[in-house]
Structures are given as structure tokens and as C-alpha cells.
């Protein structure tokens, strides 16, 4: 453990998918009772409880809200379908704004049936960040761009690497597009430290782009659909300390967002898992 491990601890946030099975005053109540100071939350369950009355119950536990989960899916071709997309992510920069985070994650989409045009999907997403970005960001709100792991390309996220998000977001002002780090997405793309320190401050307005730096480990063997597949920290094969030594170094000092989806986690009890991942974050991050 690094001797800035409480400095640490006091920026690690719980995303609300690592533990689904608490409500969100259960999963407020349970951040502040273990010390963690800010959750990521999804839309939908804010949305069920409102977002306004979910702000107030975070700020009144003392956390604060350091994303909000997920905008994006731009790739379609149809334009009644594109019109929507980007009605949907208004909404969800004006959700965030009332939460006060400054940060909406986005998951770009992936192929539209029958195409074999990653470039062109790529396209329809840099139109739609154009389109976007001054929105979020007269709202206080950055756009993130999420790299997910090649093998969701063709149904999902059609942005696989985190050279591609940065080529993305570099069109754009700093303040308006940002990018995620997620150790589960990036661990095996070798060029990924030198495109972290890329994205510390780098591009035509030399603006920092790492707007979230979130943390799940690689198990295997992958489960079926494998979007359930995330480890718990230290289960698996990802220097989770190198990838938080790297960032550091591009100078983020934001939260660093635990982000696992994994049943195993949702049948335990709550309280007991966060006590779990405190302990293996100032192990294996720290």
C-alpha cells in the first residue's frame, strides 16, 4: 500500500451497478457509513426516484455524484432514430446537470444492421458530439467518451480503443468532450500508456481529456452475453496500480469509480461486499 493511500481513499467512488441490490438511499446510507465519499449512478434509477430528489438525498449523506451513466448510442442511420438518440442525451446532460455532476459517460453504439462501417459509425458519433457538446457544456456537463473492449464493436460501442475516443474528442474543446479510462475495457491494448499521457493534456487546446477513471478486474473464463463478466478488484489478471499510477501521472486527481457488474456481487450482502472493496482498492490501487 502507497503512503498516500488515505489521500486516496478519499477519492473513491462506488458506481451504483457494482451493488444493484440497494436502492439508492440504501446505497447512500452505505457509502457513508463506510466512508466512501461519491457514488456513479445510472440513469434509470434516478430517473424512478427523480433526479432532483435523488441530489438531494446524495448531498444530504455528504457524497457527491461523480457520473452519471450512460448517454451515447449515436450510430444509427436512420434519421428518425438519430433525432431521438440525440433528444434522449439531452436529457440526460440536463439529468446530470441536477445531480451536479459534471461528467455523463457515453457509450457510443454499435453497428446498425447490415453495415460493415466502423469508420462511418464513427463519423455519425463525432456529428452527434458536435451536436452535443456546447449543450453540455452551457449545463456545466462534459461529455465522456467510453472505449469498450473490442469485443463489443459490433453491438455496442464501435469506439475500441482509447487512441479512438481521444481522436474523437480532440475535435472538440476540452471542457466540452472528455474521455473514460476503464481498466476492464483497456488493460490489453499496449499502447494505453501512452495514450493516457496523451489524454493528460494533449491536443489543440492542450486541455486535460480524462473526465473518469473507473476500475473493474478481467476474470475468466467470460460468462454468456459477457457483459457480466467484470472481477472484483485483485480476482484477475489487470495492474489496477499501474493504471492508477499512469493516470495520476497524466495529472487526474478525480474519483476513481469502481464499476463491476457481476451477480456473484448482487446475491451478497451489500454491506459486506463494500467493506470488500475498500479493503482490495487500498490493496491493489493504492
Known sequence: MSD??????????????????????????????????????????????????????????GLRVTSLCRGGFFTALDPGERAAALDDNRAAVDEAAALGTDTLVLVSGGLPAGSRDLPGARERVADALGELGPYAAERGVRLAVEPLHPMYAADRCVVSTLAQALDLAER???????????????????????????????????????????????????????????????????DLRWFRQRVDAAGYRGPVEVEIFHPALWARDGTEVLAEIVDRFLTHVG
Not at 26 to 36: K, Q, S
Open 4 to 61: 498516500d493511500a488515505p489521500t486516496l481513499l478519499d477519492r473513491l467512488s462506488l458506481n451504483q451497478q457494482t451493488l444493484r441490490q440497494w436502492s439508492l438511499p440504501e446505497l447512500a446510507d452505505g457509502c457513508a457509513r463506510a466512508g466512501v465519499r461519491g457514488v456513479g449512478l445510472w440513469r434509470a434509477p434516478v430517473q424512478e426516484y427523480g433526479a432532483a430528489a435523488a441530489a438531494r438525498l446524495v448531498r444530504d449523506a
Open 172 to 238: 472538440f474543446p476540452a471542457e466540452q468532450v472528455g474521455v473514460v479510462v476503464d481498466t476492464y475495457h483497456l488493460w490489453w491494448d499496449d499502447t494505453v500508456g501512452a495514450q493516457i499521457g496523451r489524454a493528460g493534456g494533449t491536443g489543440k487546446d492542450n486541455g486535460s481529456r480524462i473526465a473518469a477513471f473507473q476500475l473493474a478486474d478481467w476474470v475468466t473464463p467470460l460468462p454468456a452475453g459477457v457483459l457480466l463478466g467484470r472481477g472484483q478488484l485483485g480476482d484477475g489478471v489487470v
